[in-house]
């Protein structure tokens, strides 16, 4: 069993910057592939990045592909999403995900979830 808790959310400007991190316990993450997901009020949960156990591999959405990057430190059993330019439309409750084998981008692939982290972006 995997548990997973987000930190970092917050209220930010457009343009401005977050980091998220994603700290697990129970289990090393090291043999879990770690995905974020983000929920905007009324919308599906969508995927937003992904990245492979040891973190050489990593997917981003094209909607924030340039802008976030994820990445891991296994040492610290964390995973982390840099945030940058920042937009209104970024705005929604961010998840991480950890499930086994290859990264995913579909949400029912990960088995592991945490309670997200609101961010929020001010026009």
């Known amino acids: 069993q995997v548990q997973l808790v987000e930190s970092g959310g917050g209220l930010v400007q457009a343009g401005g910057s977050l980091r998220l991190s994603c700290a697990a316990s129970g289990r090393t993450l090291s043999g879990y592939s770690m995905g974020w997901f983000r929920q905007a009020p009324g919308k599906e949960r969508e995927f937003v990045a992904a990245t492979s156990s040891s973190g050489g591999t990593t997917y981003y959405a094209d909607s924030v592909k340039g802008r976030f990057t994820i990445s891991r430190d296994n040492a610290k059993n964390t995973v982390y999403l840099q945030m940058n330019s920042l937009q209104p439309e970024d705005t929604a409750v961010y998840y991480c995900?950890?499930?086994?084998?290859?990264?995913?981008?579909?949400?029912?692939?990960?088995?592991?979830w945490g309670q997200g982290t609101q961010v929020t972006v001010s026009s």
């Open positions: 995900a950890a499930r086994r084998f290859a990264p995913q981008v579909v949400v029912a692939s990960y088995d592991y």
